[in-house]
Structures are given as C-alpha cells and as structure tokens.
C-alpha cells in the first residue's frame, strides 16, 4: 500500500487523463463518485489478478530456489525494457510491437464512447494491463511473496494506495 500511496504522483501523471476523462452516464455527483469507484475497483482487481500468478510464480520460485537468478533475472529485465525503445528504433520488432500496442489502444478507447457505468468497469479492468514501471515494482514484491493469495494482497493493497490519487481526479 506503501508504495501506490507514494507513487500516486506519478499515477496522477501517467493515468490521471484516463481517470479524468472516464465516461459519465449523466454529470451529476453521485455518477462521477460510482464511476471513479468502479474505474479504481477494476484498476486494483486486475492487480490483485496478476499479484495472483506472480505469487504462484513465485511459490515455484521458491520451491526451486533460484530467488537470486530470478532477481539477476528481473534487473536486467528492467534495464533493457528501458534500453529496448532506443536499441531497437525502426526494426521490425518495434515495429510489430507497435501494431499490437495500437490494437490494444483502439480496443480500449472504444470504452470511452460508451456512457455506462460497466464500460467504466471494463477501462479500470484493462487500465490495470497497462505497462507502467510503478506497476512492475510492485509485482516484483508480488512475485516474492510466499504464496498466490499473498502475491494477490500485496497487489490489491497496491491498488488501493493508488486509488485515492486516481479518485480524487476522476471526480
């Protein structure tokens, strides 16, 4: 929880235009309260979702004892996803990565045409499937948990810490 509450700034900046132009069914008070409620519940159920695979990941992690590879593993995950866009500029690779990224977008924009409260759901759902660094932190620790429902806990207190931020601006 921590960490989502001290990130919340940078959540402010990368998903604040998402939480700020969430689709209202009517522009009254207790509408943007319900949206701004689903749109965090979908956020944090999709965390709480991935905390739940990473922690079964993580059992067997453990299980085989291989804590340190993996985390050797990780960081030099992290350093080349920041290295990648600029190695690999202009290559087929990027290039194909490019079309699925844009078919996600498009998919995900649609949702914001609908004015319903389950499309504000489903944005939260998916808004949780976005690449962000704060986010693979904290699976990091969700990955290092001792068992799945702890990985999922880790991951849903890491929502709720990022949702007060995310409210405020959706409402």
């Known amino acids: ?3 989502g509450i001290v990130g919340s700034l940078h959540c ?3 998903c604040g235009p998402i939480a700020v132009s969430l689709p209202l069914k009517e522009n009254s008070w207790s509408t943007r309260v319900l949206s701004a409620v ?3 519940l979908g956020r944090t159920l999709t965390y ?3 905390g739940l695979l990473l922690g079964f990941l993580g059992l067997g ?9 993996v985390s ?3 960081g030099t995950l992290m350093i080349l996803g920041v290295a990648f866009p600029v190695l690999f500029h202009g290559s087929r ?4 990565i490019d079309a699925v990224s844009g078919g996600f977008r498009r998919y995900f924009g649609r949702f914001f045409g609908l004015r319903t409260y389950r499309s504000t759901w489903t944005i939260g759902l998916l808004s949780g499937l976005l690449p962000c660094g704060l986010v693979y932190i904290a699976l990091a620790g969700a990955l290092v948990s001792t068992t799945p429902w702890n990985g999922a806990l880790y991951m849903a207190l890491f929502g709720l810490g990022t949702a007060p931020a995310l409210f405020l601006l959706s409402h």
């Open 1 to 3: 929880m921590v960490i």
């Open 12 to 14: 402010m900046g990368m």
């Open 38 to 40: 689903l749109y965090n």
């Open 48 to 50: 709480a979702a991935l």
């Open 61 to 69: 992690i453990h299980f085989w004892g291989v804590q340190q590879w």
């Open 72 to 74: 050797i593993g990780l």
């Open 93 to 96: 690779l990027t290039e194909r």
